[in-house]
T-cell receptor, first 114, second 111 residues
Framework: KAGVTQTPRYLIKTRGQQVTLSCSPI?????VSWYQQTPGQGLQFLFE???????NKGNFPGRFSGRQFSNSRSEMNVSTLELGDSALYLC?????????????FGPGTRLTVL | GENVEQHPSTLSVQEGDSAVIKCTYS??????FPWYKQELGKRPQLIID?????GEKKDQRIAVTLNKTAKHFSLHITETQPEDSAVYFC??????????FGTGTRLLVSP
């Protein structure tokens, strides 16, 4: 089975721009979660989607949004980019949405905001 | 909301020694506690997890213990090897797929 894939792997943007990141889960997985990883804040939960519905949301401003398609692929969007948005964005997929389901992480998208 | 503290931030051991990483959580409703290993430049990978109705779980050289009363859980690695060198993250979850992570422990195993 193919693992979780994320595109693009690297991205450079300037302040004020917006960006869209994509995540393709493992085949058959219906839950996709997004995390931001930075050296200072560690791994922080952004949101989770299951069956095209947002199930849970972390403490991030409204500039961060996401969606999930009927094939379970997910996108996250960050508008009006700030320097502090520079981070590794990881998505993770799991079969179901309950807490006990292992989350499989993708390789991440490294976003640099100049 | 849930808060997870993790100690130590760095841990250096000699090959063959044991390593212990400790985490505490704040939300008594948390019921699932996974541990992830992240090697440099790679994605986090689950190495072991434990549910709140279990006190201890072992998988070869790795074990996790959970004390619900004290709200802390620990990762134990025995007979460490250089390939165990990585950053280890503990996490807690009270529902759905929202994982709250600790700040990570950088483990260095010297030959």
């Amino acid at each position: 089975k193919a693992g979780v894939t994320q595109t693009p792997r690297y991205l450079i943007k300037t302040r004020g721009q917006q960006v869209t990141l994509s995540c393709s889960p493992i085949s058959g997985h219906r839950s996709v979660s997004w995390y931001q990883q930075t050296p200072g804040q560690g791994l922080q939960f952004l949101f989770e989607y299951f069956s095209e519905t947002q199930r849970n949301k972390g403490n991030f401003p409204g500039r961060f949004s996401g969606r999930q398609f009927s094939n379970s692929r997910s996108e996250m969007n960050v508008s009006t980019l700030e320097l502090g948005d520079s981070a590794l964005y990881l998505c993770a997929s799991s079969f179901e949405s309950s807490a006990y389901n292992e989350q499989f992480f993708g390789p991440g998208t490294r976003l640099t905001v100049l | 909301g849930e808060n997870v503290e993790q100690h130590p931030s760095t841990l250096s051991v000699q090959e063959g020694d044991s390593a212990v990483i400790k985490c505490t959580y704040s939300d008594s409703a948390s019921n699932y506690f996974p541990w992830y290993k992240q090697e440099l430049g790679k994605r986090p990978q689950l190495i072991i997890d434990i549910r709140s109705n279990v006190g201890e779980k072992k998988d070869q050289r790795i074990a996790v213990t959970l004390n619900k009363t004290a709200k802390h859980f620990s990762l134990h690695i025995t007979e460490t090897q250089p390939e165990d060198s990585a950053v280890y993250f503990c996490a807690a979850s009270g529902g759905f797929q929202k994982l709250v992570f600790g700040t990570g422990t950088r483990l260095l195993v010297s030959p």
